[in-house]
C-alpha cells in the first residue's frame, strides 16, 4: 500500500502522471473514483484553500468528506513509542489509525510542526505513525512538506511556460513579520531539481538554508538530470534571467524555538521582497507564491496584479491534483 507523503517517495514518471490526470479533470471535473467511499480529512491546523479544496474534490469523485477538527472536535493522541500515557492524551495514534481505517478509505493529515525541537519534530512524527499503523492510504496535506502543493506549483508553471527541463528556477525568501514553517520551501527545492530545472535558492543569510535532507534530495535530482543547485545571498545574482520566481518566507532552522535571536538576521532580508525592478531581471520570468500573502510585504502590488503571477492558477490546480492524487491512491489500493 502506498502513501502520499512526500514528493521524494515518488518518481517524476508518477508525479507527470498526476499533473496530467489533473489536467484531465481540470476540463472534466466529476469522476466516479470515490463512489461509496469516505476519505477523513484530519486538521490540526487551520486552512482555506486546502480544507475547501479536498472538500469539494472528494464530493466531485462521488465520495463522502468527513471532518475532523482534531483542535476542537477530537481530543489529543499520543504517538511516541513506548508512552505511558498517565496524562494528556487519552488516545494512542496506534488504535486511532487503526480503528478509522475500519470507516473509512483514505486518510488525510494536516499538522504543522510545533516550532519548539527541530531535531525531533524534522522527523514527521504524527503522520509518519499514521501512516504506519492506517490499514488505507494516507496523504500529507501539509506538514514538514506539502506535497499537494508541489504539484499544483509544477502543473502552472508547465502550463505557463511548458516544458521546464533547464529552466531557471529561483525559490527566493521573502519578508515576514515572524518565522513561518519551512514546507512549502522545502517542496518547492524538491520538484524544481525532481523536475530538471536549474534551482536557486536567494537567502538573506545562510543561516536560512533548508534542512540538509531537503538541500541534499534536490543535489541527488540535480545531478541526475544534468542541473545546478546554487545558493546565494545576492538577489541580483538570484533574479537575473530567472523564467520562474517563487516567494515563500520562513524561519532559520539554528534558531529553531528559540526565535528572539534570529531578529538580526531576519532583518538582512528587508529588501527581499518581491518587486518589479527584481522581476525586470530575470528572462521574462513568471513568479508565484502558495498563498495566503502579505501583499506589499512579501510580493508588490504591481508583481501580484500582473499578468506573471500565477498565484491563482496553483491555487485553483490544488483541487484538481488533489483528486488525480486521491484516485491514484485508491485505485492501487483496489479498496
Same mark, same amino acid.
Request: charged share 25%; hydrophobic share 45%; net charge negative.
Given at each position: ?10 518518481s517524476r514518471d508518477d508525479l507527470q502522471a498526476m499533473i496530467e490526470r489533473a489536467r484531465a479533470f481540470r476540463d472534466s471535473p466529476q469522476g466516479e473514483a ?32 468527513? /471532518? ?72 500529507? /496535506? ?36 515572524k518565522p513561518l514553517n519551512t514546507a512549502v520551501a522545502n517542496s518547492a527545492l524538491l520538484i524544481a531539481s525532481k523536475f530538471g530545472m536549474n534551482v536557486r ?16 534530495a534536490a543535489k541527488r535530482f540535480c545531478a541526475a538530470a544534468g542541473t545546478s543547485l546554487t545558493v546565494t545571498t545576492d538577489p541580483q545574482e538570484g533574479y ?5 520566481? *517563487? ?17 538580526? *538576521? ?6 527581499? /521582497? ?62
Open positions: 500500500m502506498r502513501h502520499f507523503l512526500s514528493t521524494e517517495d515518488w470515490l463512489k461509496g467511499k469516505s476519505v477523513a480529512l484530519m486538521f490540526f491546523n487551520p486552512s482555506l484553500r486546502t480544507r475547501s479544496s479536498f472538500d469539494i474534490g472528494v464530493h466531485q469523485l462521488g465520495g463522502h468528506a468527513v /471532518m475532523l477538527d482534531a483542535q476542537g472536535q477530537t481530543w489529543p493522541l499520543e504517538f511516541e513509542e513506548g508512552a505511558v500515557m498517565d496524562a494528556g492524551p487519552e488516545e494512542h495514534v496506534k488504535e486511532a489509525a487503526r480503528v478509522l481505517s475500519r470507516y473509512v478509505d483514505l486518510i488525510a493529515i494536516r499538522c504543522f510542526p510545533k516550532f519548539q525541537d527541530w531535531t525531533a519534530e524534522r522527523e514527521d512524527p504524527l503522520i509518519t505513525a499514521y501512516a504506519k499503523y492506517a490499514t488505507v492510504p494516507v496523504i500529507n /496535506m501539509e506538514t514538514i512538506v506539502h506535497p499537494c502543493q508541489e504539484l499544483a506549483m509544477m502543473m502552472a508553471l508547465q502550463d505557463r511556460i511548458g516544458d521546464v527541463r533547464g529552466k531557471d528556477f529561483l525559490l527566493t525568501w521573502v519578508p515576514h513579520p535558492l536567494l537567502i538573506p543569510d545562510d543561516v536560512y538554508r533548508l534542512d540538509e535532507r531537503y538541500m541534499g537575473a534571467g530567472a523564467d520562474a520566481v *517563487y516567494g515563500k518566507s520562513w524561519g532559520a532552522l539554528p534558531f529553531y524555538g528559540g526565535w528572539e535571536a534570529e531578529a538580526p *538576521y531576519r532583518a538582512k532580508g528587508a529588501g527581499f /521582497m518581491i518587486d518589479e525592478a527584481k522581476m525586470a531581471l530575470t528572462k521574462d520570468g513568471v513568479v508565484s507564491h502558495c498563498l495566503p500573502m502579505r501583499r506589499n510585504v512579501k510580493i508588490a502590488d504591481a508583481v501580484v496584479d500582473g499578468p506573471d503571477f500565477l498565484g491563482i492558477e496553483e491555487a485553483e490546480n490544488r483541487l484538481h491534483v488533489q483528486k488525480a492524487i486521491m484516485e491514484r491512491l485508491i485505485t492501487e489500493a483496489g479498496s
